[in-house]
């Protein structure tokens, strides 16, 4: 706090010079008692109550004075200390949609009303409260697609990744317009990730011969150790390493595809987490789920808001579809190395992955994805004219907050233009997430193993969508 105020006073501009004095109750500025009704409320509906309200994933809600004041201490120490709300990109690079950051006015704000002993103020002047629709947050879902069945949480479990597949039966291509996961039970579900697996894996790309899948297929099963239920795999122990990602035999991903080095092939449709905002992306910009799809329900249970007895959980996905013909796709990219090794032990193992574009594009969002060891990640583009900038970087990655972050304008990006993607993690027993710091480990899907996929969503300039191919009227199949 000490120190803030030191850094805001050293700027001199009056706005922030009147800043300075509040704190310090100066006889020149009028004593002004800062209350929740008329200061903190407001900021708490606009950057909290998303959630910390009944219901949701926060411990405890900012909706009313009384549920408030008993946490007063803990929110000036974890606003100070930018903990709350939770936000991990860093903020000088690019411009998020999603930006839920509280400004340097609205921190102080909190701080002085704690100072101040917290007061209520008059009830008279509190801001109306923030109206949430009970459901579904997208609207009525045209259609919902629930896990296959009901999955039940043992008292006293580990945390947990379990996977569901379920057949949604579109027998057409579906667009689809909003997207949201729906925990069934918020006590015990700490993240979904919904994901389509088109068909084939390159449904969405260049259509494969029967010899090339032989050769894919091949190419797995060399590479790869599956696991007994075929949903989860990892990468096998002498398959080389690279950690730079650019100079891997297909220069990029690889290990699961046919080397082409494409592995567009999933795409992630929807996600809930704490820190996950519903998707939104921009209207007219569709996804696609190939007819014939799978739909993967990527299912972490956990037991870290105190849960004790026997739970049950049955979360399901809800999907509004394109209405109005799309005038673009959005596609998703997993920029990912399968190569890397990190050693046991090591505190800051960097590795990189890498894609050239091949078309002019716009991308959309960014989402790192790491396990427990994950400490950094950041997006970096080489123009074909030489220039460098980094998209998007997460200098604290943190496992436990799965944030998308959506672009305020979309960022075009030429054809030729390389991203590079790099990783950090801990392998060491410092980080006290670390599953254990006593083994080697290579790319694998469960969360004690690692991975490093750098999600893009993404358009395709100049190449609008034809109406005929919307699934228009929203009459779809499966209501
Ligand atoms: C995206 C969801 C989200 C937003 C937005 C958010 N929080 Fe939280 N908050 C959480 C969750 C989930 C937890 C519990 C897990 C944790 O502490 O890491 C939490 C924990 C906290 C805690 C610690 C509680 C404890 O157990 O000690 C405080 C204090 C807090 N939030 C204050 C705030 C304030 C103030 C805001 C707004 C300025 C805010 N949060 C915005 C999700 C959120």
Redesign the pocket.
């Known amino acids: 706090m000490l120190r803030t105020l030191t850094i805001l006073c050293s700027l001199a501009t009056a706005f922030v010079a009147s800043l300075c004095l509040l704190p310090a109750g100066s006889a020149n500025s009028p004593a002004k008692t800062v209350t929740f009704s008329k200061d903190v409320a407001p900021?708490?509906h606009?950057?909290?109550?998303?959630?910390?309200r009944a219901g949701?994933?926060?411990?405890?809600s900012?909706m009313t004075y009384k549920e408030?004041r008993p946490?007063a201490k803990?929110?000036?120490?974890?606003?100070v200390n930018r903990?709350?709300?939770?936000w991990h990109a860093d903020p000088h690079i690019g411009q998020w949609a999603n930006d839920?950051r509280?400004n340097q006015t609205?921190i102080e704000t909190?701080v002085s009303w704690v100072n101040a002993g917290a007061p209520e103020g008059n009830p008279k002047d509190l801001p109306p409260a923030p109206k949430f629709t009970d459901g579904w947050s997208i609207g009525k879902p045209d259609v919902v697609i629930p896990m296959p069945k009901e999955y039940q949480l043992k008292p006293g479990a580990p945390d947990e990744i379990q996977y569901f597949e379920v057949d949604p039966g579109f027998k057409e291509d579906v667009w689809v317009q909003l997207a949201e996961a729906r925990p069934g039970n918020r006590r015990i579900v700490h993240h979904i990730i919904a994901f389509v697996k088109p068909p084939s894996p390159q449904a969405n790309a260049p259509k494969m011969s029967p010899e090339q899948m032989k050769k894919m297929r091949e190419h797995m099963e060399k590479n790869l150790i599956f696991y007994e239920d075929n949903s989860l795999t990892k990468v096998k122990a002498d398959v080389p390493v690279y950690d730079d990602g650019c100079a891997t035999p297909s220069g990029g991903g690889g290990v699961f595809r046919d080397g082409s080095g494409s592995d567009d092939g999933g795409s992630l449709l929807a996600g809930y987490a704490?820190?996950?905002?519903q998707a939104n992306w921009p209207t007219g910009t569709v996804k696609k789920i190939p007819a014939g799809s799978k739909l993967i329900f990527q299912m972490h249970y956990s037991t870290?808001?105190g849960v004790t007895g026997e739970e049950k959980d049955l979360s399901s996905v809800g999907l509004i579809l394109a209405k109005a013909p799309p005038t673009k796709e959005l596609k998703t990219k997993g920029i990912a190395n399968h190569y890397f090794k990190i050693p046991a032990g090591a505190e800051n193992h960097t590795a990189t992955a890498c894609w050239t574009v091949r078309e002019d594009m716009h991308f959309v969002t960014f989402m790192p994805h790491l396990h427990m060891r994950g400490s950094s990640m950041k997006f970096e583009a080489f123009y074909p004219d030489g220039r460098k900038e980094v998209l998007c970087n997460v200098p604290k990655y943190d496992f436990?907050?799965q944030?998308v972050y959506y672009a305020k304008n979309p960022i075009a990006i030429p054809k030729g233009t390389k991203i590079l993607v790099t990783t950090t993690w801990d392998n060491s027993a410092k980080n006290k997430f670390n599953p254990d710091p006593k083994k080697d480990i290579r790319w694998g899907d469960p969360t004690y193993e690692e991975m490093t996929i750098g999600w893009i969503d993404y358009t395709v300039d100049g190449k609008p969508l034809k109406p005929a191919a919307a699934s228009g009227s929203g009459s779809g199949e499966n209501q």
């Open positions: 900021i708490f606009k950057n909290c109550t998303e959630c910390h949701e994933a926060a411990p405890f900012t408030v946490w803990s929110i000036k120490e974890k606003v903990e709350m709300p939770p839920r509280l609205e909190i704490p820190g996950m905002n870290f808001l436990n907050w944030i």
